[in-house]
């Protein structure tokens, strides 16, 4: 997802294959199906600009949230057999702590250096709050549990 040449990168990784082996990966599907992401994402939107993800396929987080994107790059890095499918499940954020546990997850991951970086502390404490806030409702018992969208991709070489 962050190699600037994708298909440079996947062109090597099959070189490393054995003839008729196969890769497996996940990789995020667009922004707006990870819960995880999108709930105390909007929330600090609220306080804070939210960085540019770059364009459709940058190097980044996203970079194969379209599935489309993905094919082409395997098939011109000479992959065959590719196979996407689309995977969505709960996750416990932050590992399954309190809520303590998983704001400060979100707070010093490196989203949340990027979007709390630079700002005064008073912002940031709200905007932290906010999150807090907006996680409230996904608490149960054994953490905080948002949805997760991945694509699962096989290919052969």
Same mark, same amino acid.
């Given at each position: 997802m962050f190699f600037a040449d =994708?298909?440079? @990168?996947? &062109?090597? !990784?099959r070189h490393a294959t054995r003839p008729g082996g196969r890769m497996a990966f996940a990789c995020w599907q667009d922004l707006t199906a990870n819960q995880w992401l !999108?709930?105390?994402? &909007? @929330?600090? @939107?609220?306080?804070?600009?939210l960085p540019d993800l770059g364009g459709p396929g940058a190097p980044g987080m996203f970079a194969f949230a379209d599935p489309r994107r993905i094919r082409t790059v395997l098939a011109g890095a000479g992959w065959h057999h590719i196979d996407i499918e689309p995977m969505r499940t709960p996750i416990l954020v932050g590992g399954g702590g309190g809520m303590?546990?998983?704001?400060?997850? !979100?707070?010093?991951? =490196?989203?949340?250096?990027?979007?709390l970086g630079g700002i005064d502390t008073q912002t940031s404490a709200r905007a932290v709050l906010a999150v807090r806030d907006a996680l409230a409702p996904y608490r149960g018992d054994h953490g905080v549990r948002l949805e997760a969208a991945v694509w699962r991709v096989l290919a052969t070489r």
């Amino acid at each position: 997802m962050f190699f600037a040449d =994708s298909v440079a @990168a996947f &062109a090597n !990784l099959r070189h490393a294959t054995r003839p008729g082996g196969r890769m497996a990966f996940a990789c995020w599907q667009d922004l707006t199906a990870n819960q995880w992401l !999108l709930v105390p994402g &909007a @929330a600090i @939107a609220q306080h804070v600009p939210l960085p540019d993800l770059g364009g459709p396929g940058a190097p980044g987080m996203f970079a194969f949230a379209d599935p489309r994107r993905i094919r082409t790059v395997l098939a011109g890095a000479g992959w065959h057999h590719i196979d996407i499918e689309p995977m969505r499940t709960p996750i416990l954020v932050g590992g399954g702590g309190g809520m303590d546990e998983t704001v400060e997850f !979100l707070r010093t991951g =490196s989203m949340g250096r990027t979007l709390l970086g630079g700002i005064d502390t008073q912002t940031s404490a709200r905007a932290v709050l906010a999150v807090r806030d907006a996680l409230a409702p996904y608490r149960g018992d054994h953490g905080v549990r948002l949805e997760a969208a991945v694509w699962r991709v096989l290919a052969t070489r």
